[in-house]
Nanobody
Framework: QVQAVESGGGLVQPGGPLRLSCVVS????????LRWYRQAPGRQRELVAR???????KYEEAVKGRVTSSKDSAKNTVYLQMNSLKPEDTDVYYC????????WGQGTQVTVSS
């Protein structure tokens, strides 16, 4: 499976917004649940959000109310809009499909700091 390509990360002040993008192959986009994860050095990868092929979405408690995820079928892209960012949101963010995850991409670094 071709790996996803994440982008949109950067340095943002606490309380600020950021929108991440993840481009996947058309077959993956149309077939699998797409998931956002994040990982800090020395920690396990953590699930953030998941979007099913029917567009139903679930968010993990750590980000619920502050993030929204969406899809653009014309671009085979899934987005993660993050608002009210906190320093503890600082991580590398990844996306991948489930089940049968593809090879992990490079991720995109999000740093929340003043």
């Amino acid at each position: 499976q071709v790996q996803a390509v994440e982008s949109g990360g950067g340095l943002v002040q606490p309380g600020g917004p950021l929108r991440l993008s993840c481009v996947v192959s058309e077959s993956i986009f149309n077939t699998y649940e797409l998931r956002w994860y994040r990982q800090a050095p020395g920690r396990q990868r953590e699930l953030v959000a998941r979007i099913a092929p029917d567009d139903s979405i679930k968010y993990e408690e750590a980000v619920k109310g502050r993030v929204t995820s969406s899809k653009d079928s014309a671009k085979n892209t899934v987005y993660l809009q993050m608002n009210s960012l906190k320093p503890e949101d600082t991580d590398v963010y990844y996306c991948n499909n489930c089940p049968r995850p593809s090879r992990w991409g490079q991720g995109t670094q999000v740093t929340v700091s003043s």
